[in-house]
């Protein structure tokens, strides 16, 4: 090689070894600064962060975001004596599936021996769009429970990293230590969502979200893959503990458009529970005993009601 050549490699190292050496010490400000906004996220970082960033739990609710805010894991404990996790998520993310199925595997502490294990159901988490003919199509493959690894980690920056899309500045500066949010996702899972409840305003949003389910209920149908990834999630749980089936009131005007749309799906629920040798708890009767934030969800106060009237139902049903 020339002596030329060899010089101006020689002088590129030593310009590149000199550039490095600069900019080390920023990347390791960088990542110490990241790492200190991280450790700030909580319930008000997103909907979902906490559910990654607490230890792995014995007792588990499941479902969708019917489920998220209308079981209370604190009246829970209260009522049964035990702590309660809830890991449903929404609609979107966590319908009954093999991908909910295999992020409850990495949720649930693998210790668990007697476990207590409610699983809120409605047909929309247990149902596809017309155009879904396998797993592949389903709109969870995007959902974090298919993507996240560690389950159990507080501050959890693989979530953050996946799956926090503002600046990491908006952690610490939105902090429920500041100021709680209208949506805060308490450590235990339970999200707490706090909206104006005047009359007018709760009509304004059931009446979207009349539109809404009359408008995906012409473009879905149970799903066979739903309903078994749902007999297997039961059937894994079973060996673990007790397993209870929940479905949760609407208002009624949802109620009535889920029983046009699905008139036989508390008595498949009922088979399902049969067959599975699991309870049963059937409240979607009772529509006129709760408020609703949306004629979907359940308002926080009515929530508590549920989750305490749920708790009685398990405790009456051991007596038999």
């Not at 992020?103 to 017309?130: C, H, M, Q």
Request: charged share 25%; no cysteine; proline share 4%.
């Amino acid at each position: 090689m020339p002596i030329l050549e060899i010089t101006n490699l020689s002088i590129f190292s030593f310009s590149m070894k000199k550039f490095l050496i600069k900019i080390i010490p920023y990347f390791v400000a960088i990542i110490i600064v990241l790492a200190v906004l991280g450790s700030f996220a909580d319930g008000n970082t997103d909907d979902n962060y906490m559910h990654f960033a607490v230890k792995k739990p014995q007792n588990i609710i499941l479902g969708d975001s019917r489920g998220s805010q209308g079981v209370v894991p604190g009246v829970l404990k209260k009522k049964l004596s035990t702590q309660f996790d809830n890991f449903s998520l929404n609609i979107v993310e966590s319908p009954y599936g093999p991908v909910y199925f295999k992020a409850i595997k990495r949720k649930l502490d693998p210790e668990t021996k007697n476990g207590i294990f409610i699983l809120t159901v409605s047909p929309w988490n247990l149902s596809a769009s017309y155009g879904a003919k396998s797993e592949k199509d389903f709109p969870e493959l995007k959902s974090p429970l298919n993507d996240m690894y560690f389950y159990d980690r507080s501050p959890n920056y693989e979530y953050l990293l996946k799956r926090y899309t503002r600046s990491w500045f908006k952690i610490y500066t939105e902090r429920a230590e500041v100021e709680r949010s209208n949506t805060f996702l308490h450590e235990d899972g339970w999200l707490e969502v706090n909206i104006d409840m005047h009359k007018d305003s709760v009509a304004a949003r059931t009446h979207k979200k009349e539109i809404f389910y009359k408008d995906i209920a012409k473009n879905i149908d149970l799903s066979q893959e739903r309903l078994k990834a749902f007999n297997e999630i039961i059937n894994y749980l079973r060996t673990k503990g007790k397993v209870y089936l929940v479905r949760i009131p609407t208002s009624q005007s949802l109620t009535s458009l889920e029983n046009q749309k699905y008139p036989h799906f508390s008595r498949l629920m009922k088979d399902v529970a049969h067959k599975q040798n699991v309870k049963f708890f059937d409240f979607s009767k009772d529509y006129n005993k709760y408020d609703y934030t949306d004629g979907n969800h359940m308002y926080k106060e009515s929530s508590k009601k549920l989750t305490a009237q749920i708790a009685d139902s398990i405790v009456f049903s051991r007596k038999y």
